[in-house]
């Protein structure tokens, strides 16, 4: 059954303070999640990471409570292109949109800047985001073989999937630039900060 989405909710970027919080959503969501370590590096090297928020109930005779952590991206800003490193949803809090507006979030934000393909690396076997990704309107790009690292010292391939967000902004209803080249082919690049293949 879908979990009901909390009533109200927003979006703000992370900051040091949220880690906490948020490795506990990190560690119930991955084989190999990325260390604390890993999300203040990313955070040193300016990569955008933006946190989605349940804001508690306030009232007459209620303690205020801060908002808690639902969900997260973290994307690294390219020529052109983002590149998608981390996106995870709280384990109680799934099938409720949250990924998609994650998404959504990121498109709005990325088009504006001249930023027009979205790319990422999901695992192979990872069912739930690869079905989130086509239903967004990602395609297969390619294949890194033993690109992550798996139980018992095996590698995991990698599906490459890329994203026109010109295509999906519109489809989102939201207007592009005049002069953007329609037919421009993105590139996959590669990114520091993270080692490869985690996750
Ligand atoms: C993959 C993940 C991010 C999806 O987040 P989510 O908030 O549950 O996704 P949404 O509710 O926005 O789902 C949007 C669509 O994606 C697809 N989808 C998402 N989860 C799915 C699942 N478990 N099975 C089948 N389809 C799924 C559906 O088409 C869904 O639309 P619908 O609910 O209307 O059918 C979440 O399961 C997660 O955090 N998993 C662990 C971390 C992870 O694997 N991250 C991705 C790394 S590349």
Redesign the pocket.
Known sequence: M?PDAPALTLLRPLQVGDLDELMTIEVR??PFPWSRGNFVDSLSSGYRAQGLWAAAPTGVGLEPEPPALL?YTWAMEGVEELHLL????H?D?????????LLDDLVAWAVPRALWWMW????AS????R??YE??GFEEAGLRRGYYPNVRSTREDAVLMRLDMRSRLAVLGGRLPDDIPQDEAGASAGWAGVAEGE?
Not at 94 to 99: L, Q, T, V
Not at 120 to 123: A, G, K, Q, W
Request: charged residues 30%.
């Open positions: 879908k969501s991955y969900a981390n996106l995870t949803v384990p809090h799934r099938r409720a949109g949250h990924a998609r507006r990422l690396e999901v695992r990872n069912e739930a985001a079905r989130l239903a967004y996750q």
